[in-house]
């Protein structure tokens, strides 16, 4: 046979063969053998494999069966003809038939050994793909280089490559002995990524027992934001992100807040208390992140998403223990793209634009401000209290007060205005509205820009890739930005023969900036923010707010010292925020270097070393003429009213011991990590039915960083000057005679503060080995040791090793299984344990020596919250997991997905506690009790319509997750007072780990309208007075069975749906999110709370207010209670905020985002290639809640505003 | 090869046995102890209030005790209402983390032993004592009964935490176990320190001798208390004199006068405590005891200002004799002085029958106290008629100082100087009779709630 040219003529299925049972009706007469196979095709999915050549020779056919096996009829059509054939896997192979024994001798003779290598479309080696000699049993699968070997072939024969996910190459040997294949990913396939990285090794998803999630280059593409993590939500399964949506002003400190914080996998594990807590005050420990083998060199938020190849998520602990004791809460190994051996140079360049609308202030429907003048007008007649008389040398009542105090202030108590005065001022004032001015002058959109460029490509023993990334972006609030620069350069060389060498250098400099801190206008409720202030005028103008100081002091103060001994003591929020500065650079630099050593074959020797260093500036400036720096000054300067603070005696006026000029204060942080790894590899398959991979190695890390922070007074910026020769050890006599407190002098703040530093060191030992047998059963086990400095001095013998085993069934390989619908299947499952390092947490107490000096003017020590604490007791924190999946495709890949149940088990659980406060704490962290998650990840794919060059997917994420407490070893369970507010280490057994309670409700009380609950069963009313306030401890003493249980604070179902539609190269994509079955309180900023709108700095209330108790008979149709505009007392309102009424169901459905795309087909001749156009809506905002109040159960204060944005990318 | 193995495993360990941060360390030397010991916001500030709360050196017009300032836990303390009591543990819970460091330094001093010079170990030992003394005893005066040789064996103490270990926590025991304890802490402590210290918020002998003589006072063991009162003084016995303090000051003294011997201040927040700032209402100085102080007597002018500031009622006084230093502070002062010492001297002479002595003391004292030349020498006709002239001008002394609970606790058990209190408030009269249940104040809620000690009785 003389096969030279080879046809694939269909898309061939990725499947195993089931059998051979397939019935064939056929009736033709003089049918060519063509038309025969392609009928043969669509009965029976087989593919046939053939030449023009060959069919040439044949004769046209009469056939007529009906219900045949396949055998038989091509037994019978191949009868006749001088062709044979051999079935392989599903494939019908043809060949001319042999005619002499002579012949067969001869061509065993000529046998040829046949080695090669099959790479990915990107050029890189493809691990386990199936390399076999169509037509006979001659079968291999390729090694983790790529490559494979074979034994004996026909220098005739045809090689058939498979690898699922990809289509099948075919290629004839025609006498060559070297074949490299470059495999092409099948269109619209439904797992585009095969391989599974748990950051120490790849492994093929067929032989890893584990549960993995992997989310490839393409599916980063559905989102343009320039954060990878936030690029995960919406298309992977088991995260939670638990975006609260609070830091949406760049000027919140918040607005930093890396969004790994946040994330959970599979619900919460471990807490670690030094997060931020969520909406509903809940904590949780935090995920590990491994960049290119190595853990988490540098913050994730730094990472360019264009230079991301994969990121492989590891969910159980066959997946994660190989991380030991950091694994507990799940691992993110994200693997950067590389260059390929033997490819071409390729140039890709993207570039995206975002644009955010501005942040809606009104969303939260607050009370009118008319009413909140009324209101606070009201408070202050009735407290019928003057304000103080103004004073420049005592500040005692000096302090700023409400504009609404102080007009009614000057009219009443002062006789300054008359009352229709005093009124219209108020009047004026109601028209008002600080977050109208607010939006228009200090808020803008958001927007960023992204651009990225790599170029690739590779000879035969060297391959590299450059990068290059660079983000530009404005923030939501004036004077703020951030840029990103990203260079990366890889490269891999393979000089000699068995060994290779691999370098990644990666630059990243990140500049954010700011408006100084004390500068910022930062809220809309402070001592020098009223409702109803303003910040410009009608032509735009900066206004005159006070801030510190009432404007009678100010007043007083600037007609006593007209001699201009003092600075102004003026303040206007729009120009002020252009007096200084914070600005933040980041630096990082990344080294890794890593080589290969091939010692025998399938066992080879890998070192890592990797170099981290890193240098974050933190520098904040505030001119002289900022308000902040303009009071320090007048602060330190010497007045008629100053006196010596030693000796009470007069001083030299208006002398200045803080000189003119500026404050600069710089925080330079410099860290330094390294990792040093070695490691034996071993991936061996013998007698074609065993395979091994099996990794063992040892790393040791060091991470190191110290901070310097110093300051310097009487900065110019033009000339860099400064005077730092100050006297910071004596107390200094100030402006005022006494200040707030009542002293007469200070010290001045040094603002060099010296180092602070930090150092940890770890040891590990891992092994890891997965042994599959005929392709169809895989047993994986793992085992890893850690010892840290992090567990502290002394207790590290005390760790134990971290295992796990599991195991995986291909069964639609089994003879025995016969399945058209689901010709995928296979079923894995797994058990380990996982550790959970609490660094904050150790048995001996550690001491903090300060960085000042006390009252008594002494250095001194002290213990820390966690790490203060002695606690002979402590025990490490285990986490057990066990994991079954089940991995599906039904016929034609219509739908596929996957189906795992897992159920954890943490024990020794180490959270914060309720204690017996004779031990000096009333609650600490320990032990306290253990936790029992499980949960259901379900991911499914499907291929609805398929019509032509429209198609129709789905992908639908499903996520089932429960953590309860099942038991608690703390002596006493907690009570209703503290569980209804989530206080700190307050846990029931049974009960959800997070969860919702609320006071039973009962009404308002129809003479007072303040709020009644139940008290031993009967109703009590929580008056302002001491009845109440006993009633009220009474409740909140109460047992667990006194509140309302409402269920899990955190979502129990969640997940998301997108659907893709796509005519030719458009397509259109809609991904919807959903948070189900869990409850929530209404945001506080939603419910009146009387105190705080009788603070000194009145908070204004939400628009509920309106609707509160007036008057006998209201209690019928509101629940708000009455107004009281005397107390500072929170029992009322504590008990209204946690009461039943306020607590409602989460459920909601988001549209989370749109996105469009168009490849536009390039001519033949172009040089561009593959361009593609995209285009993306995000937040789009909620499209069905539970709650009938229009509240969005993530919104704290304002929701996330919409984005859009217009991307561009190609490859040259 | 295994034992290659083995070492480098043991390098390994060596590898990550190291310190965190150059600012962090476990207790290792003596100075890290003295370190922790000079934790002023620790040891020296925020020393249980209610006591004070609920005497009558001061008392609230009802303005003030109706304003928001004035908790309503607070308003049912200062009217002694049967069922007051704090829903936070903060009173309890923050001498036992006093007491808990304290524990640590010992612990850690324990593994000294032989590391450092011994009269280093010994004064640092004696100072953790010390303020492990100072704290139970604070406590006490709130929430146990008055000490009473008689019933002392069966009344419950407060738990004697005498370890840092979270996990071992005794339960209340009796107040003499409490006192034995506290008597026995102080003895020793006396022994180790060094006589004086540099600053007055480090404990010395002086300062331990003198609590010794505070506490045997508080026990009613008078002959111990005189001879504790005796050796303190012998250590430390300056006064300030009066006349050379800025009459028209609000804060007259400063931190660390040269009378404190041990400064100690009382928790700071609580309204009905407050001073106030100058236009505020506060607490008003109970008129019977101003009016006490004769003309010459400076320390109505020193250690009282009359309001004259709209709205705080005029005739009016409030408390300026705060030896905390700052003005309108609530952090009272109850740390450890030598007029007190005076005091304690005097009284415990009177009571022995020694009317020279005690008058030549409290002579002394009042000589510092009255405007210069226009003091001449208080007489006594009787141990009787001395007592009684040494306890009011105990009153007057020691005003505001978070003495006055403890003294109207132990007086009470002499039926000619037991006190019935009465306040009236908003038209109610309420009354504490002396030796009430109520003289033992609720142990707060938290407490009870986290632990499984028994309550007071009510």
Same mark, same amino acid.
């Given at each position: 046979?003389?096969?030279?040219?080879?046809?694939?003529?269909?898309? $061939?299925?990725?499947?195993?063969?089931?059998g051979?049972?397939?019935?064939?009706?056929?009736?033709?007469?003089?049918?060519?053998?063509?038309?025969?196979?392609?009928?043969?095709r669509?009965?029976?999915?087989?593919?046939?494999?053939?030449?023009d050549?060959?069919?040439?020779?044949?004769?046209?056919?009469?056939?007529?069966?009906?219900?045949?096996?396949?055998?038989?009829?091509?037994?019978?059509?191949?009868?006749?003809?001088?062709?044979?054939?051999?079935?392989?896997?599903?494939?019908?192979?043809?060949?001319?038939?042999?005619?002499?024994?002579?012949?067969?001798?001869?061509?065993?003779?000529?046998?040829?050994?046949?080695?090669?290598?099959?790479?990915?479309?990107?050029?890189?080696?493809?691990?386990?793909a %199936?390399?076999?000699?169509?037509?006979?049993?001659k079968?291999?699968?390729?090694?983790?280089?790529?490559?494979?070997?074979?034994?004996?072939?026909?220098?005739?024969?045809?090689?058939?490559?498979?690898?699922?996910?990809?289509?099948?190459?075919? %290629?004839?040997?025609a006498?060559?002995?070297?074949?490299?294949?470059?495999?092409?990913?099948?269109?619209?396939?439904?797992?585009?990524?095969?391989?599974?990285?748990?950051g120490?090794?790849?492994?093929?998803?067929?032989?890893?027992?584990?549960?993995?999630?992997?989310?490839?280059?393409?599916?980063?593409?559905?989102?343009?934001?320039?954060?990878?993590?936030?690029?995960?939500?919406?298309?992977?399964?088991s995260?939670?992100?638990?975006?609260?949506?609070?830091?949406?002003?760049?000027?919140?400190?918040?607005?930093?807040?890396?969004?790994?914080?946040?994330?959970?996998?599979?619900?919460?594990?471990?807490?670690?208390?030094?997060?931020?807590?969520?909406?509903?005050?809940?904590?949780?420990?935090?995920?590990?992140?491994?960049?290119?083998?190595?853990?988490?060199?540098?913050?994730?938020?730094?990472?360019?998403?264009?230079?991301?190849?994969?990121?492989?998520?590891?969910?159980?602990?066959?997946?994660?223990?190989?991380?030991?004791?950091?694994?507990?809460?799940?691992?993110?190994?994200?693997?950067?793209?590389?260059?390929?051996?033997?490819?071409?140079?390729?140039?890709?360049?993207?570039?995206?634009?975002?644009?955010?609308?501005?942040?809606?202030?009104?969303?939260?429907?607050?009370?009118?401000?008319?009413?909140?003048?009324?209101?606070?007008?009201?408070?202050?007649?009735?407290?019928?209290?003057?304000?103080?008389?103004?004073?420049?040398?005592?500040?005692?009542?000096?302090?700023?007060?409400?504009?609404?105090?102080?007009?009614?202030?000057?009219?009443?108590?002062?006789?300054?205005?008359?009352?229709?005065?005093?009124?219209?001022?108020?009047?004026?004032?109601?028209?008002?509205?600080?977050?109208?001015?607010?939006?228009?002058?200090?808020?803008?959109?958001?927007?960023?820009?992204?651009?990225?460029?790599?170029?690739?490509?590779?000879?035969?023993?060297?391959?590299?890739?450059?990068?290059?990334?660079?983000?530009?972006?404005i923030?939501?609030?004036?004077?703020?930005?951030?840029?990103?620069?990203?260079?990366?350069?890889?490269?891999?060389?393979?000089?000699?023969?068995?060994?290779?060498?691999?370098?990644?250098?990666?630059?990243?400099?990140?500049?954010?900036?700011?408006?100084?801190?004390?500068?910022?206008?930062?809220?809309?409720?402070?001592s020098?923010?009223?409702?109803?202030?303003?910040?410009?005028?009608?032509?735009?103008?900066?206004?005159?707010?006070?801030?510190?100081y009432?404007?009678?002091?100010?007043?007083?103060?600037?007609?006593?010292?007209?001699?201009?001994?003092?600075?102004?003591?003026?303040?206007?929020?729009?120009?002020? %925020?252009?007096?200084?500065?914070?600005?933040?650079?980041?630096?990082?630099?990344?080294?890794?270097?890593?080589?290969?050593?091939?010692?025998?074959?399938?066992?080879?020797?890998?070192?890592?070393?990797?170099?981290?260093?890193?240098?974050?500036?933190?520098?904040?400036?505030?001119?002289?003429?900022?308000?902040?720096?303009?009071n320090?000054?007048?602060?330190?300067?010497?007045?008629?009213?100053?006196?010596?603070p030693?000796?009470?005696?007069?001083?030299?006026?208006?002398?200045?011991q803080?000189?003119?000029?500026?404050?600069?204060?710089?925080?330079?942080?410099?860290?330094?990590?390294?990792?040093?790894?070695?490691?034996?590899?071993?991936?061996?398959?013998?007698?074609?039915?065993?395979?091994?991979?099996?990794?063992?190695?040892?790393?040791?890390?060091?991470?190191?960083?110290i901070?310097k922070?110093?300051?310097?007074?009487?900065?110019?910026?033009?000339?860099?000057r400064?005077?730092?020769?100050?006297?910071?050890?004596?107390?200094?006599?100030?402006?005022?005679?006494?200040?707030?407190?009542?002293?007469?002098?200070?010290?001045?703040?040094?603002?060099?503060?010296?180092?602070?530093?930090?150092?940890?060191?770890?040891?590990?030992?891992?092994?890891?080995a997965?042994?599959?047998?005929?392709?169809?059963?895989?047993?994986?086990?793992?085992?890893?040791?850690?010892?840290?400095?992090e567990?502290?001095?002394?207790?590290?013998?005390?760790?134990?090793?971290?295992?796990s085993?599991?195991?995986?069934?291909?069964?639609?390989?089994?003879?025995?299984?016969?399945?058209?619908?689901?010709?995928?299947?296979?079923?894995?499952?797994?058990?380990?344990?996982?550790?959970n390092?609490?660094p904050?947490?150790?048995?001996?107490?550690?001491?903090?020596?300060?960085?000042?000096?006390?009252?008594?003017?002494?250095?001194?020590?002290?213990?820390?919250?966690?790490?203060?604490?002695?606690?002979?007791?402590?025990?490490?924190?285990?986490?057990?997991?066990?994991?079954?999946?089940?991995?599906?495709?039904?016929?034609?890949?219509?739908?596929?997905?996957?189906?795992?149940?897992?159920?954890?088990?943490?024990?020794?659980?180490?959270?914060?506690?309720?204690?017996?406060?004779?031990?000096?704490?009333?609650?600490?962290?320990?032990?306290?009790?253990?936790?029992?998650?499980?949960?259901?990840?379900?991911?499914?794919?499907?291929?609805?319509?398929?019509?032509?060059?429209?198609?129709?997917?789905?992908?639908?994420?499903?996520?089932?997750?429960?953590v309860?407490?099942?038991?608690?070893?703390?002596?006493?369970?907690?009570?209703?007072?503290?569980?209804?507010?989530?206080?700190?280490?307050?846990?029931?057994?049974?009960?959800?780990?997070?969860?919702?309670?609320?006071?039973?409700?009962?009404?308002?009380?129809?003479?007072?309208?303040?709020?009644?609950?139940?008290?031993?069963?009967?109703?009590?009313?929580?008056?302002?007075?001491?009845?109440?306030?006993?009633?009220?401890?009474?409740?909140?003493?109460?047992?667990?069975?006194s509140?309302?249980?409402?269920?899990?604070?955190?979502?129990?179902?969640?997940?998301? $749906?997108?659907?893709?539609?796509?005519?030719?190269?458009?397509?259109?994509?809609?991904?919807?999110?959903?948070?189900l079955?869990?409850?929530?309180?209404?945001p506080?900023?939603?419910?009146?709370?009387?105190?705080q709108?009788?603070?000194?700095?009145?908070?204004?209330?939400?628009?509920?207010?309106?609707?509160?108790?007036?008057?006998?008979?209201?209690?019928?149709?509101?629940?708000?209670?009455?107004?009281?505009?005397?107390?500072?007392?929170?029992?009322?309102?504590?008990?209204?905020?946690?009461?039943?009424?306020n607590?409602?169901?989460?459920?909601?459905?988001?549209?989370?985002?749109?996105?469009?795309?168009?490849?536009?087909?390039?001519?033949?001749?172009?040089?561009?290639k593959?361009?593609?156009?995209?285009?993306?809506?995000?937040?789009?905002?909620?499209?069905?809640?539970?709650?009938?109040?229009?509240?969005?159960?993530?919104?704290?204060?304002?929701?996330?505003?919409?984005?859009?944005?217009?991307?561009?990318?190609?490859?040259? | 090869?295994?034992?290659?193995?083995?070492?480098?495993?043991?390098?390994?360990?060596?590898?990550?046995?190291?310190?965190?941060?150059?600012?962090?360390?476990?207790?290792?030397?003596?100075?890290?102890?003295?370190?922790?010991?000079?934790?002023?916001?620790?040891?020296?500030?925020?020393y249980?209030?209610?006591?004070?709360?609920?005497?009558?050196?001061?008392?609230?017009?009802?303005?003030?005790?109706?304003?928001?300032?004035?908790?309503?836990?607070?308003?049912?303390?200062?009217?002694?209402?049967?069922?007051?009591?704090?829903?936070?543990?903060?009173?309890?819970?923050?001498?036992?983390?006093?007491?808990?460091?304290?524990?640590?330094?010992?612990?850690?001093?324990?593994?000294?032993?032989?590391?450092?010079?011994?009269?280093?170990?010994?004064?640092?030992?004696?100072?953790?004592?010390?303020?492990?003394?100072?704290?139970?005893?604070?406590?006490?005066?709130?929430?146990?009964?008055?000490?009473?040789?008689?019933?002392?064996?069966?009344?419950?103490?407060?738990?004697?935490?005498?370890?840092?270990?979270?996990?071992?926590?005794?339960?209340?025991?009796?107040?003499?176990?409490?006192?034995?304890?506290?008597?026995?802490?102080?003895? =020793?402590a006396?022994?180790?320190?060094?006589?004086?210290?540099?600053?007055?918020?480090?404990?010395?002998?002086?300062?331990?001798?003198?609590?010794?003589?505070?506490?045997?006072?508080?026990?009613?063991?008078?002959?111990?208390?005189?001879?504790?009162?005796?050796?303190a003084?012998?250590?430390?016995?300056?006064?300030?004199?009066?006349?050379?303090?800025?009459?028209?000051? +609000?804060?007259?003294?400063?931190?660390?006068?040269?009378?404190?011997?041990?400064?100690?201040?009382?928790?700071?927040?609580?309204?009905?405590?407050?001073?106030?700032?100058?236009?505020?209402?506060?607490?008003?100085?109970n008129? =019977?005891?101003?009016?006490?102080?004769?003309?010459?007597?400076?320390?109505?002018?020193?250690?009282?200002?009359?309001?004259?500031?709209?709205?705080?009622?005029?005739?009016?006084?409030?408390?300026?004799?705060?030896y905390e230093g700052?003005?309108?502070?609530?952090?009272? +002062?109850?740390?450890?002085?030598?007029?007190?010492?005076?005091?304690?001297?005097?009284?415990?002479?009177?009571?022995?029958?020694?009317?020279?002595?005690?008058?030549?003391?409290?002579?002394?004292?009042?000589?510092?106290?009255?405007?210069?030349?226009?003091?001449?020498?208080?007489?006594?006709?009787?141990?009787?008629?001395?007592?009684?002239?040494?306890?009011?001008?105990?009153?007057?002394?020691?005003?505001?100082r978070?003495?006055?609970?403890?003294?109207?606790?132990?007086?009470?058990?002499?039926p000619?100087?037991?006190?019935?209190?009465?306040?009236?408030?908003e038209?109610?009269?309420?009354?504490?009779?002396?030796?009430?249940?109520?003289?033992?104040?609720?142990?707060?809620?938290?407490?009870?709630?986290?632990?499984?000690?028994?309550?007071?009785?009510?």
């Amino acid at each position: 046979m003389r096969l030279t040219t080879v046809i694939l003529i269909a898309t $061939i299925m990725q499947v195993s063969a089931a059998g051979f049972a397939q019935k064939i009706t056929l009736s033709e007469k003089k049918a060519n053998l063509k038309s025969l196979f392609k009928e043969i095709r669509r009965q029976s999915q087989y593919n046939f494999l053939y030449t023009d050549a060959q069919l040439a020779i044949t004769k046209p056919i009469d056939i007529k069966v009906s219900n045949m096996e396949l055998k038989a009829v091509l037994d019978l059509i191949f009868r006749d003809q001088p062709l044979t054939y051999t079935v392989d896997e599903k494939t019908v192979v043809v060949s001319e038939r042999k005619q002499s024994l002579m012949d067969k001798i001869g061509e065993y003779l000529r046998a040829i050994d046949l080695s090669g290598q099959v790479l990915n479309e990107a050029g890189y080696p493809m691990l386990g793909a %199936i390399v076999r000699v169509a037509g006979t049993k001659k079968v291999t699968s390729t090694d983790v280089e790529g490559k494979f070997f074979l034994k004996d072939v026909d220098p005739q024969g045809t090689l058939m490559i498979s690898y699922v996910g990809y289509r099948t190459d075919t %290629i004839a040997i025609a006498g060559k002995t070297r074949i490299n294949v470059k495999m092409d990913p099948q269109l619209n396939q439904i797992q585009e990524v095969r391989i599974v990285s748990t950051g120490y090794q790849d492994l093929p998803r067929e032989r890893a027992t584990g549960s993995f999630e992997s989310i490839s280059k393409v599916q980063l593409q559905h989102s343009t934001d320039p954060n990878l993590i936030r690029r995960l939500e919406g298309i992977t399964t088991s995260m939670d992100f638990r975006n609260d949506l609070r830091p949406v002003n760049s000027s919140n400190p918040n607005a930093q807040r890396s969004p790994l914080v946040n994330l959970t996998i599979r619900g919460k594990n471990t807490l670690n208390e030094n997060e931020n807590a969520d909406l509903n005050g809940n904590f949780s420990g935090q995920v590990l992140v491994v960049i290119d083998g190595i853990a988490s060199p540098y913050s994730i938020d730094k990472v360019n998403p264009n230079d991301v190849e994969s990121v492989t998520i590891l969910k159980d602990a066959a997946a994660a223990s190989i991380w030991g004791s950091r694994a507990a809460n799940g691992v993110i190994v994200i693997k950067t793209k590389k260059g390929g051996y033997n490819s071409k140079l390729r140039v890709s360049l993207s570039s995206n634009l975002n644009v955010t609308e501005k942040i809606d202030l009104f969303y939260n429907k607050t009370m009118r401000i008319g009413d909140f003048v009324e209101a606070q007008k009201l408070q202050f007649l009735n407290a019928n209290k003057p304000l103080p008389a103004v004073s420049i040398s005592s500040l005692y009542g000096q302090e700023t007060v409400s504009p609404v105090a102080e007009i009614l202030d000057a009219w009443k108590f002062k006789g300054l205005s008359t009352e229709q005065e005093a009124m219209a001022q108020l009047e004026a004032l109601k028209n008002n509205d600080i977050r109208r001015d607010y939006t228009k002058y200090f808020l803008r959109k958001a927007m960023t820009q992204s651009h990225a460029l790599a170029i690739d490509g590779g000879s035969e023993k060297f391959n590299y890739r450059i990068s290059g990334g660079y983000d530009k972006s404005i923030n939501n609030t004036r004077n703020s930005g951030l840029d990103r620069m990203v260079l990366t350069y890889s490269a891999s060389a393979r000089p000699v023969k068995n060994l290779e060498f691999q370098g990644n250098i990666s630059y990243n400099v990140q500049n954010n900036e700011e408006q100084a801190e004390e500068n910022r206008i930062s809220g809309v409720a402070n001592s020098t923010f009223f409702p109803y202030s303003k910040l410009a005028d009608e032509q735009g103008n900066p206004l005159e707010l006070t801030k510190t100081y009432r404007p009678g002091f100010i007043n007083l103060f600037e007609s006593t010292y007209t001699g201009g001994q003092f600075l102004s003591w003026r303040y206007k929020p729009l120009e002020d %925020i252009n007096e200084g500065y914070n600005k933040l650079k980041s630096q990082n630099l990344n080294l890794n270097f890593s080589s290969t050593y091939q010692l025998l074959d399938g066992l080879s020797l890998q070192a890592t070393y990797n170099y981290n260093t890193g240098r974050n500036e933190d520098n904040s400036l505030y001119r002289q003429n900022s308000f902040y720096m303009r009071n320090r000054i007048n602060y330190f300067t010497t007045s008629l009213a100053s006196t010596d603070p030693k000796t009470g005696n007069p001083v030299t006026p208006y002398v200045r011991q803080i000189p003119l000029g500026g404050q600069y204060t710089t925080g330079l942080t410099k860290s330094n990590n390294q990792t040093l790894r070695g490691q034996l590899n071993l991936n061996k398959s013998w007698n074609e039915k065993h395979e091994i991979s099996a990794i063992a190695g040892m790393d040791l890390a060091q991470n190191y960083s110290i901070l310097k922070t110093d300051g310097y007074y009487g900065y110019n910026e033009s000339t860099l000057r400064s005077d730092n020769k100050l006297d910071y050890k004596t107390m200094i006599p100030i402006i005022f005679a006494e200040d707030f407190s009542g002293y007469n002098g200070e010290y001045i703040e040094n603002l060099s503060r010296g180092f602070l530093d930090n150092k940890i060191r770890t040891f590990s030992w891992y092994a890891n080995a997965a042994y599959t047998f005929n392709r169809r059963y895989t047993l994986s086990a793992s085992v890893r040791k850690d010892l840290s400095s992090e567990f502290g001095r002394g207790t590290n013998q005390k760790g134990t090793p971290y295992y796990s085993v599991g195991g995986s069934w291909n069964i639609a390989a089994e003879p025995f299984y016969h399945s058209e619908l689901f010709p995928v299947l296979t079923f894995r499952s797994t058990f380990g344990y996982n550790g959970n390092v609490n660094p904050s947490i150790l048995a001996r107490p550690l001491i903090t020596y300060s960085d000042v000096n006390g009252d008594n003017e002494l250095p001194y020590a002290y213990t820390s919250f966690g790490t203060g604490i002695s606690n002979s007791k402590l025990r490490p924190e285990k986490t057990g997991i066990w994991n079954i999946g089940l991995d599906f495709g039904l016929k034609g890949n219509r739908l596929s997905g996957s189906l795992q149940y897992y159920n954890k088990k943490t024990t020794d659980l180490l959270a914060n506690g309720e204690l017996d406060p004779s031990t000096g704490y009333t609650n600490i962290t320990y032990n306290t009790g253990n936790l029992r998650g499980y949960g259901i990840d379900l991911s499914l794919n499907s291929l609805n319509v398929q019509c032509g060059l429209f198609k129709w997917n789905s992908n639908v994420l499903f996520s089932y997750n429960k953590v309860k407490v099942t038991k608690l070893y703390a002596a006493t369970a907690s009570l209703a007072g503290s569980v209804v507010s989530n206080s700190s280490g307050s846990y029931n057994e049974g009960y959800d780990l997070s969860r919702v309670f609320g006071y039973k409700w009962a009404g308002l009380d129809p003479k007072t309208g303040d709020p009644r609950g139940y008290l031993d069963g009967a109703i009590v009313t929580i008056a302002d007075n001491t009845e109440g306030n006993a009633a009220y401890q009474g409740i909140q003493n109460g047992p667990l069975s006194s509140v309302k249980y409402f269920g899990s604070a955190v979502p129990v179902y969640y997940g998301a $749906i997108r659907n893709t539609f796509s005519y030719g190269n458009f397509s259109f994509s809609a991904n919807l999110m959903y948070k189900l079955g869990y409850y929530f309180r209404r945001p506080a900023s939603q419910m009146v709370n009387y105190s705080q709108l009788n603070n000194n700095i009145p908070m204004i209330q939400g628009i509920e207010y309106q609707n509160r108790w007036q008057k006998a008979g209201d209690e019928l149709h509101t629940n708000v209670p009455s107004a009281i505009f005397t107390s500072s007392n929170q029992n009322r309102d504590n008990f209204y905020k946690y009461a039943e009424i306020n607590v409602l169901k989460g459920d909601h459905i988001r549209l989370q985002e749109l996105n469009f795309s168009y490849t536009i087909t390039p001519g033949k001749s172009w040089f561009i290639k593959n361009p593609r156009i995209s285009a993306n809506v995000n937040n789009l905002g909620i499209i069905w809640k539970a709650n009938d109040q229009g509240i969005d159960p993530e919104v704290f204060d304002y929701p996330n505003p919409r984005s859009y944005s217009f991307g561009f990318s190609a490859n040259f | 090869m295994l034992s290659a193995l083995g070492i480098l495993v043991s390098s390994c360990q060596k590898y990550v046995d190291i310190k965190k941060s150059g600012a962090q360390s476990f207790i290792e030397s003596a100075n890290d102890c003295q370190l922790l010991m000079d934790n002023y916001e620790l040891f020296n500030t925020g020393y249980p209030i209610d006591g004070e709360v609920s005497a009558d050196d001061y008392y609230m017009n009802d303005a003030r005790f109706g304003s928001d300032q004035i908790s309503i836990e607070d308003r049912t303390i200062y009217t002694w209402q049967s069922g007051a009591i704090r829903t936070a543990a903060q009173q309890w819970v923050d001498i036992y983390n006093k007491v808990y460091h304290a524990n640590l330094v010992l612990e850690a001093l324990q593994e000294l032993n032989g590391k450092e010079p011994p009269a280093v170990l010994n004064n640092l030992r004696g100072s953790a004592l010390f303020l492990r003394a100072y704290a139970f005893w604070n406590l006490a005066q709130l929430y146990t009964k008055t000490y009473d040789a008689a019933t002392a064996q069966s009344d419950p103490g407060i738990p004697i935490d005498l370890s840092s270990d979270i996990n071992e926590v005794p339960g209340r025991g009796t107040v003499q176990e409490t006192y034995n304890r506290i008597v026995q802490d102080l003895r =020793e402590a006396a022994d180790l320190m060094n006589p004086v210290s540099s600053v007055a918020s480090r404990p010395n002998k002086a300062a331990a001798q003198a609590m010794l003589a505070r506490v045997y006072l508080s026990m009613r063991d008078y002959p111990n208390a005189l001879s504790s009162a005796n050796a303190a003084l012998t250590l430390r016995n300056t006064l300030i004199n009066f006349n050379t303090l800025d009459k028209g000051s +609000f804060s007259p003294f400063k931190r660390f006068n040269e009378e404190v011997i041990f400064h100690a201040t009382l928790y700071a927040k609580n309204g009905a405590l407050e001073p106030g700032y100058g236009y505020e209402d506060l607490a008003l100085i109970n008129p =019977e005891l101003v009016s006490s102080y004769a003309a010459n007597d400076l320390r109505k002018t020193i250690l009282l200002k009359e309001n004259t500031d709209v709205p705080v009622p005029a005739g009016t006084y409030r408390f300026t004799g705060n030896y905390e230093g700052a003005v309108g502070s609530a952090k009272l +002062f109850n740390g450890l002085a030598v007029d007190e010492l005076y005091l304690i001297r005097a009284e415990c002479y009177a009571r022995a029958g020694n009317v020279e002595l005690a008058m030549k003391d409290l002579n002394t004292l009042l000589r510092s106290r009255w405007a210069e030349g226009t003091f001449s020498d208080l007489e006594a006709t009787s141990p009787d008629n001395a007592l009684s002239t040494i306890l009011a001008e105990r009153r007057k002394e020691l005003l505001m100082r978070g003495q006055r609970w403890t003294d109207l606790r132990r007086l009470n058990k002499e039926p000619g100087f037991a006190t019935n209190l009465k306040r009236t408030v908003e038209g109610i009269t309420h009354t504490l009779p002396a030796n009430d249940l109520r003289y033992t104040l609720l142990i707060p809620q938290e407490v009870v709630m986290k632990s499984t000690i028994p309550q007071n009785e009510r």
